[in-house]
């Protein structure tokens, strides 16, 4: 019943496991495929061995948290070793970050074999040297990374987008006349910020950090609702879920399937199962027969 | 919430020249031996094991050995000088059974004589065996003593009680003694090495890991263990024999903080 086809990608649910959480390690992958998730996202690597921001790197704040982890990622040589103990239970799609599209085609070349799928970040709204959402907030240079990182893999190439830009439809349509196979949105929203105020110290040690969870799923809802009209790739969509009522928004909004990130705090990573339990008993309830019927609904 | 609250110390002991315990006042709930705090210091943060739990005076404390850049900080602050402090975060020591046996590796007996205080006040007998390279480098004796458990100490320079590893004496004391339990906390080495003893046993065993933690919430994934995946710093960081069994890691490497591994020496 909650089977989807994602790219020619067969996910057992419409359940993935969100990028940056729990995904530096296969055995946290692993763990997240054996919990119920129909897809995993490996938390996102580059180049080289990265150690990211020092602690605190996140905090909780109403509604979910900011963090700023700065990509800390053992480098693709490393992560390679990962990948391959990954044990195939469920597709596994590879994140990656760079600074520009040479990088991003390296990398993505040497996983090609490895995973199902290429995620490509370039929306991380605190990365250093160019990286993250300074490429995905410029459509032209997005575009020129789908392109040539399509040219060098075979497997489907997933764009996350930033929600912190004008028009991120006007993005959606660059990434997809470039050649994406699909749109993951969206990544956490700001940089925001949070301060101590007995101190008035900013918490964070880079200061500012991404927000994620509860709190930023309408935004999520709408970008996915506007991108839906305006692209014909599928799309992916991911902020704040923490039930199946929020997949549900999401579907209808025309998302094809779900990542699910901040809200393993709240309920660890049982959430998937819940998740897939409550999405059969609804579809069950209301006489839905796959997810497919349900995708898009909320538009005439 | 997941936010460090900010808290004057209260005061600080001198524990040996390398280990202070820092004394804060805090309205103890459910703090658990075992379970550590996230310290901040305003310039990083670090997870720490609460070394004391007290629900009388409402106080908690966390002991430090100085080995780096942010304990040094941590250890030139004075008596007054703030820090913040999140948690209590990830699960402690499971207390059980009538007899049991605790050993403590260094400042791994920082969550150890917590649990020693606990256990004790709950009438268990607890017989601790408290290693250290040299004698001034054992910590927390007196308190041992005040809590009514049987102190056994163990120092590689044989300066104090048994000449050796902790874990020659815990092997010669578990064929001595029948204890329910046993829990430890040290160097990985040191666990991996009694944790072999007591699979002969067949007792019932916790053992406190240590591993590069970052949110410390369970998200960052930068602690979780081959080959389960677990998260340390939410299914640990105690994790009984069975447990330990599956985690294919445990003595043999770690991930630093961009991930890599490294071996445990």
């Known amino acids: ?300 | 919430m997941n936010v460090p609250k900010i808290v004057k110390i209260k005061q600080i002991i001198n524990e040996s020249p390398t280990v202070k315990t820092f004394i804060f006042d805090w309205t103890v709930k459910d703090e658990i031996p075992g379970q550590f705090m996230m310290v901040w210091n305003f310039n990083n943060e670090k997870p720490m094991s609460i070394s004391l739990i007290d629900p009388v005076k409402n106080e908690i404390g966390i002991s430090i050995r100085n080995i780096g850049e942010f304990t040094n900080q941590v250890h030139n602050l004075r008596e007054g000088d703030e820090l913040g402090l999140r948690g209590p975060y990830g699960r402690g020591f499971h207390i059980a059974g009538s007899k049991i046996l605790a050993v403590g590796g260094g400042i791994g007996m920082a969550p150890v004589i917590a649990f020693c205080e606990e256990a004790t006040r709950m009438g268990i007998d607890v017989h601790i065996i408290s290693a250290a390279t040299t004698s001034n480098e054992l910590i927390f004796s007196s308190r041992i003593d005040k809590s009514g458990a049987k102190l056994l100490t163990c120092t590689d320079d044989g300066t104090s009680g048994f000449c050796g590893f902790g874990t020659d004496l815990a092997e010669k004391t578990l064929s001595e003694t029948d204890y329910d339990m046993i829990v430890s906390c040290g160097p990985e080495v040191m666990m991996k090495k009694l944790f072999d003893i007591v699979e002969n046993y067949r007792i019932p065993a916790q053992f406190s890991m240590e591993r590069y933690m970052k949110c410390g919430m369970g998200l960052c994934g930068q602690c979780c263990v081959d080959n389960v995946g677990w998260r340390v710093c939410v299914e640990g960081p105690v994790f009984w024999t069975d447990e330990l069994r599956m985690i294919s890691e445990f003595g043999k490497y770690r991930r630093d903080s961009s991930g890599v591994k490294h071996k445990i020496p």
């Open chain 1, 1 to 300: 019943m909650l089977e989807i086809e994602l790219c020619g990608i067969k996910m057992r649910s419409p359940t993935m496991l969100a990028a940056g959480i729990l995904g530096s390690t296969a055995s946290s992958l692993n763990w997240a495929g054996r919990s119920g998730a129909g897809a995993v996202v490996t938390k996102s690597f580059g180049l080289n061995p990265n150690k990211g921001y020092a602690n605190p790197t996140t905090v909780e704040v109403t509604g979910g948290i900011i963090n700023a982890i700065g990509l800390s990622n053992p480098g693709v040589a490393n992560f390679k070793l990962e990948l391959e103990k990954l044990d195939k239970s469920v597709p596994a799609i590879a994140s990656l970050y760079g600074a520009n599209q040479y990088e991003f085609s390296e990398i993505a070349s040497e996983v090609e074999n490895l995973v199902d799928a290429i995620e490509l970040n370039v929306s991380c709204p605190h990365a250093m040297g160019g990286c993250g959402s300074a490429i995905g907030q410029d459509p032209h240079l997005t575009a020129d990374i789908v392109r040539t990182v399509k040219k060098s893999v075979k497997i489907p190439v997933f764009v996350k987008l930033t929600p912190n830009v004008t028009d991120i439809v006007e993005i959606a349509q660059y990434a997809e006349d470039a050649g994406a196979d699909a749109l993951t949105m969206i990544n956490s929203v700001g940089p925001g910020m949070k301060i101590d105020v007995e101190t008035g110290i900013p918490i964070l040690k880079n200061r500012f950090g991404g927000l994620s969870g509860p709190a930023i799923k309408p935004i999520a809802i709408r970008c996915v609702f506007d991108v839906f009209e305006s692209i014909d790739i599928p799309i992916i969509g991911v902020g704040g879920i923490r039930d199946h009522n929020d997949v549900l928004e999401f579907l209808y909004a025309g998302a094809r399937c779900v990542q699910i990130g901040t809200s393993i705090m709240y309920e660890g990573m049982d959430i998937f199962t819940k998740i897939n339990n409550g999405l059969r008993r609804f579809m069950d309830e209301k006489g839905y027969g796959s997810v497919d019927e349900i995708i898009g609904i909320s538009h005439d």
